[in-house]
């Protein structure tokens, strides 16, 4: 079975100082992980994703994650937030062999970037 | 480049009432998911398809039921409406068959508001 855990449900930074957003996974076998940003009333946005090949995986807009098998984690960073980064972020877990690729979702973390 | 095309954007029903919403998804693209988010809630996976027919399902209610036509667009139809139902609907395309590293694109949303 896979589960995702968000550890955060809020965080609040400043603007210009970096971003920690933290994702636990837990999984059976090797999984594709992924974070998804989306904000308010719009859809869901692929950050960045991870399947197997380099574990430091840039995404777009200045995020990054680290895959860390031994942590079973993956969390996300953003050397310097900015204003527009204030959004809902999830973080999701999928098998990566089959034909059935659903999301198991964390359950967000809301981030807040005051000025 | 295409995307996940949903319609409608919002849609408002009576209790009661029925309602199909509409995913057309990315151009070969042979899978479709879809999920439900509450109000401040993570997404959760109602069904998919792969090559128009079910391949998993999730939380998705007796009431609803979905499929996946010839063209590979879904159809997901909602009948005794209750408010709970209330939510955003996502549908989500990808390529299914032995391909590992394949990600899931997400449609805009419908908004369905049950009063």
């Known amino acids: 079975a896979q589960s995702v855990t968000q550890l955060d449900s809020h965080v609040s930074v400043s603007e210009g100082t970096p971003v920690l957003l933290r994702c636990n996974y837990s999984?059976?076998?090797?999984?594709?992980l992924f974070w998804y940003v989306q904000h308010p009333n719009k859809g869901l946005q692929l950050l960045l994703k991870?399947?197997?090949?380099a574990t430091l995986v840039k995404g777009i807009n200045g995020f990054e994650a680290e895959f860390k098998k031994s942590e079973t984690s993956f969390h996300l960073t953003k050397p310097s937030a900015h204003m527009s980064d204030a959004a809902e972020y999830f973080c999701?877990?999928?098998?990566?062999?089959?034909?059935?690729?659903?999301?198991?979702w964390g359950l967000g973390t809301s981030l807040a970037v005051n000025p | 480049a295409a995307g996940v095309i949903q319609s409608p954007r919002h849609l408002i029903k009576e209790k009661r009432e029925t309602a199909t919403l509409k995913c057309y998804p990315i151009?070969?693209?042979?899978?479709v998911y879809w999920y439900q988010q509450g109000p401040g809630q993570d997404p959760q996976f109602l069904i998919s398809?792969?090559?128009?027919?079910?391949?998993d399902k999730g939380s998705i209610p007796d009431r609803f039921s979905a499929q996946q036509f010839s063209d590979y667009h879904s159809e997901l139809n909602m009948s005794s409406l209750e408010l709970g139902d209330s939510a955003l609907y996502f549908c989500?395309?990808?390529?299914?068959?032995?391909?590992?590293?394949?990600?899931?694109?997400f449609g805009q949303g419908t908004r369905l508001t049950v009063v």
């Open positions: 989500a395309s990808s390529l299914g068959a032995g391909r590992w590293n394949t990600e899931a694109f």
């Open positions: 999984s059976s076998y090797s999984p594709s």
């Open positions: 398809f792969y090559e128009k027919m079910q391949s």
């Open positions: 151009p070969r693209h042979d899978t």
């Open positions: 991870y399947t197997s090949a």
């Open positions: 999701a877990v999928s098998p990566r062999a089959g034909n059935n690729r659903k999301l198991i």
